[in-house]
């Protein structure tokens, strides 16, 4: 059997942790992004297990790719908040954008800013079918990302949620790439129109 | 047929003589090569990877369910399923145990309509992406390797609701079937019974994972040395993968295979499974390796995401395009380089020692991968270096790791990047997704590679490392080896030209003797443009054998200089510079 130079104590006690820990995201709501970065958290160089699912309040800020795709916090990714009725607030070729209300109301950062919100924007781009691909498939909007789409389960649609308002500016494109935006291709675009 | 690859081929039969004269063709005649020459490409008589072993071979499946197992933290159940290649009768005790997992992709279809859920619903029926591999599997059985490739679409259905995206679930769902594979080897189990009871090395297991199923093989190796170790993982395979946590792969015989034309995972991040893996280690006996496969796309190593090769679900995705292969085609190249490497480095009833010289910087290819054109990298194990300069961080700039100076003459801008702060994140000013090796990872803030970046516009320019007498006596070593690639973003490269460069050894009598690097390998080749999200640059390893520099007392080598006389200006990036192998 092959020995191994490191001490696999503080490993084995991660791992204990995090396996002890249920990670309460859905499909339904797609990526979830509350990630922190697990080499820093054990042995040098090693990153070894993905990060429990902390509450709002315990999310760290999102390393690597993810700092430059804003994640919303748990509650806009209830699975509940897939399948419940919205109000169309934007438009365009092949994309809604609908405002669900949440369960219960919230505090929430976006742009830098805290505000409280009682709904949230349900992005879906029908522009599909869809292939499942390895790389993440990043909606932006004139060129700032939003988030990361995921996959319907017919593979018609990518849905996002946000709280980002950007999603009801009248005339902005947006765009999904699989990867950042400016750096991977494009893969589609529209114009959203406000509906008012 | 590229006009390259035409003038490689004509040029073939003039290099194969003098590939003959000295075995592998490792010595050809310094200095004698035209400025943009065609690579040396032979075989060199050495066996093909490609080839099918001896055995008849025995195909058969298991299958717990789909919902037999619940990774740890997943939100969701994950079958266990594979398919095993054994050849036919097992013969002869124990043998190498191979574990294939594929990568994200639909999990069911019904009609030409692919979905992605787990378990299938409404009619639909599952997508068995895991017998995309049959075709390695098949060779590798044939040499007598038991090969399971491991089915998890409960996985994909559900990683990216996981915030490492499910490479832990991955990792636990390879180590459940390796909890089997003990059974079965030991004490056997249904559905084999005893069929397999002595017949599997636990302590010596490969593992392949293509795409999100590469990083998924990485982090079981992590996992399984994290808990002790309890099987033998002696080698690792990511394919086209996907490296969004960067686990480090390191202890352990490892090759990447980058496909150039990837049009899923574009940015070739896998790169930085091989980078991160370098030095890590202090005595590390493995070696690492790094295959840039022109031509090849994501999907078409997988034969159920190959268009035609399943109803639903299947598309290329290729970046390129002039130089794609057909799906053929780059079955064939990946076939031979990835039995090769397992074959390497597993031993057992296919071992074949020899297969080393497709794999570290040599320029011979397996005849079964043509057409395709592959550049490769090599990081020889610690015991088999002298590490020169890794310019890494500022001092070397001035000073190497042997202790000897470094200076340099008309080379712009001679600094490093894409290392760690205050090095610029990256080195050229295009897309970071055409900078494999120092592009972003989505769930690491980790930089990339540090690098040497230069050009010249004088033939008198020169970068020079001595080395100090202590460390000058290289006769133990085969070769010098580096890395480089020429910088397409430079305008002092001519589009479309390769470039070149003349490396001296000198002694410290005074005798020197200086060699073509085209003379012995194309990792400065002008990387293709035409498609999207082109050209990527990747740094290869160039390697000279110090055979070559004749009329040079190797016992006493005073200095290495990278002569940049053979172009009239050009650019590039550099790095790990070293004396490599034993002679």
């Known amino acids: 059997m092959p020995t191994r130079r490191r001490t696999v104590a503080v490993v084995l006690a991660a791992i204990v942790a995090v396996l002890a820990v249920v990670v309460g995201a859905t499909a339904a709501s797609g990526w979830r992004a509350d990630q922190t970065d697990q080499s820093a958290a054990h042995q040098p160089g090693r990153s070894i297990v993905p990060a429990a699912a902390p509450g709002p309040e315990q999310s760290p800020a999102p390393v690597g790719l993810f700092a430059e795709v804003p994640v919303p916090p748990d509650a806009a990714r209830d699975a509940s908040l897939a399948g419940q009725a919205g109000t169309l607030v934007a438009q365009g070729v092949g994309v809604r954008v609908e405002s669900v209300a949440l369960a219960a109301p919230t505090t929430v950062e976006v742009g830098g800013g805290s505000r409280a919100v009682s709904s949230v924007y349900r992005v879906t781009i029908s522009a599909g079918p869809y292939v499942v691909r390895d790389m993440p498939a990043i909606v932006a909007v004139d060129g700032a990302p939003i988030g990361v789409a995921a996959e319907s389960v017919d593979l018609g649609s990518l849905v996002l949620f946000t709280y980002d308002d950007l999603v009801v500016t009248d005339g902005a494109t947006v765009a999904l790439s699989y990867g950042l935006p400016g750096q991977a291709p494009t893969d589609w675009s529209a114009t959203l129109e406000v509906v008012r | 047929m590229s006009a390259r690859r035409a003038t490689r081929r004509l040029r073939l039969g003039l290099v194969t003589v003098s590939v003959l004269a000295v075995g592998l063709g490792l010595a050809g005649p310094a200095g004698a090569e035209p400025v943009t020459a065609a690579p040396l490409v ?43 290649h054994y050849p036919t009768g097992l013969s002869g005790g124990e043998r190498p145990l191979i574990v294939l997992m594929h990568g994200r992709h639909s999990t069911c279809f019904s009609g030409s309509s692919s979905a992605l859920e787990w378990p299938c619903t409404g009619g639909r029926q599952t997508i068995p992406s895991f017998q995309g591999y049959n075709y390695l599997a098949q060779n590798l059985a044939s040499w007598g390797y038991l090969v399971v490739s491991v089915s998890a679409n409960g996985i994909n259905a559900r990683d990216n609701s996981v915030t490492d995206l499910g490479m832990l679930a991955r990792a636990q769902l390879i180590q459940k079937h390796l909890d089997k594979w003990q059974t079965f080897s030991t004490a056997g189990g249904a559905p084999f019974g005893t069929l397999f009871v002595g017949k599997v090395d636990m302590d010596n297991i490969g593992t392949m994972g293509h795409s999100r199923g590469g990083e998924g093989v990485a982090q079981h190796f992590v996992l399984n040395e994290s808990l002790g170790s309890p099987y033998g993982i002696t080698a690792v395979l990511p394919l086209a993968p996907v490296d969004f946590n960067r686990p480090i792969v390191d202890d352990v ?40 496969m022109l031509g090849a796309n994501h999907n078409h190593f997988n034969t159920i995401w190959t268009p035609g090769g399943w109803p639903a679900g299947t598309f290329d995705d290729t970046s390129c395009s002039s130089i794609a292969l057909t799906a053929p085609q780059q079955r064939n190249v990946g076939e031979a380089y990835m039995a090769g490497f397992l074959r390497l480095h597993l031993g057992g009833p296919g071992a074949e020692p020899a297969f080393k010289a497709y794999f570290d910087g040599t320029s011979v290819e397996p005849a079964s991968s043509e057409p395709a054109d592959t550049h490769t990298s090599y990081h020889a194990p610690a015991a088999d270096r002298r590490d020169v300069n890794r310019w890494k961080t500022s001092a070397d700039l001035t000073t190497n790791r042997l202790g000897g100076a470094v200076t340099r003459k008309n080379l712009t801008p001679f600094d490093l990047c894409g290392g760690e702060a205050p090095q610029p994140q990256h080195c050229l000013g295009v897309s970071t997704s055409q900078q494999p090796h120092t592009v972003a990872s989505a769930r690491s803030s980790k930089r990339g590679l540090s690098q040497l970046r230069y050009g010249w516009t004088s033939k008198r320019a020169n970068l020079v490392n001595i080395i100090p007498g202590a460390s000058g006596d290289v006769s133990g070593f085969e070769t010098l080896t580096f890395r480089i690639a020429r910088n397409f973003a430079d305008g002092r490269n001519p589009a479309g ?51 070559s520099f004749t009329g040079v007392d190797l016992t006493d080598v005073s200095k290495i200089t990278f002569k940049h006389n053979a172009v009239p200006s050009g650019a590039v990036l550099h790095t790990d510079l070293a004396f490599t192998d034993p002679s």
């Open chain 2, 42 to 84: 032979a075989t060199g008589g050495l066996p093909d990877p490609g080839d099918s072993g001896p055995s008849a071979v025995t195909v058969t499946e298991y299958n717990d369910g789909d919902t037999a197992f619940t990774p740890p933290g997943f939100p969701g159940p994950v079958e266990v399923r594979a398919s095993v």
């Open chain 2, 253 to 292: 015989a490892l090759s990447v295979i980058l496909p150039y034309c990837d049009g899923d995972v574009s940015d070739l991040q896998g790169a930085h499974f091989y980078d991160d893996a370098l030095y890590t280690s202090p005595g590390d006996a493995t070696p690492k390796y790094m295959q840039e």
């Open chain 2, 497 to 547: 030209q390769a470039r070149d460069l003349n490396v001296q050894l000198t002694d410290g009598s005074g005798g020197k003797k200086s060699v073509k690097v085209s003379a012995f390998s194309d990792a400065l080749f002008a990387q293709p443009t035409a498609g999207f999200g082109l050209p990527k640059l990747v740094l290869n390893t160039v390697r000279l054998p110090l055979s």
